[in-house]
């Protein structure tokens, strides 16, 4: 009896620690597929990172987030304005993204909250701008946002 009801308690551990590894967890996209899906898409030069508070949970502590200070280069797809910083959760486990602060260039696809900002998680689409492929990149311009209605199987 105390045999059957340790393994019970090993399994039910061994499939929490699964739900738990995977709570931040997303299958690639195709890029057209990003695209279509997020409200921002921009080419962007990641110039500063620092972590900052935005704001307290329902417990009263402080939701902390990393900002990372852009330069944008180009828009694709957005509002009418120009973002100088993307923010993200701080660390992957809750889909935080970590991009490289030495002036490297992005692209990097986002959702807009409603004060304005833009926000970054591990499921965007984020690439080192050198890795694009021409093809990718000539897309970006037209190409994908008039496949937006057209769904992207693979």
């Not at 039910?12 to 931040?24: D, N, P, S």
């Not at 935005?54 to 990372?68: D, E, F, L, T």
């Not at 050198?130 to 057209?150: A, T, V």
Request: some cysteine; hydrophobic content about 35%; charged content about 20%.
């Amino acid at each position: 009896m105390v045999n059957s009801c340790f393994v019970t308690l090993v399994i039910l551990f061994l499939w929490g620690v699964e739900e738990i590894a995977e709570a931040c967890s997303c299958s690639p996209s195709h890029p057209q597929q990003a695209f279509c899906k997020s409200d921002v898409v921009i080419r962007a030069k990641v110039v500063g990172r620092q972590e900052v508070e935005v704001g307290n949970n329902i417990y009263g502590n402080p939701i902390r987030q990393v900002k990372y200070d852009i330069k944008q280069i180009k828009m694709f797809k957005g509002p009418n304005q120009e973002f100088d910083a993307v923010y993200t959760a701080p660390i992957s486990a809750v889909c935080g993204v970590t991009l490289e602060t030495n002036g490297k260039e992005y692209l990097i696809t986002g959702k807009v909250s409603t004060n304005g900002t833009m926000h970054i998680k591990l499921c965007s689409f984020i690439e080192p701008w050198e890795n694009m492929s021409d093809i990718q990149k000539r897309s970006l311009i037209h190409r994908y946002e008039m496949g937006c209605k057209c769904k992207v199987e693979h």
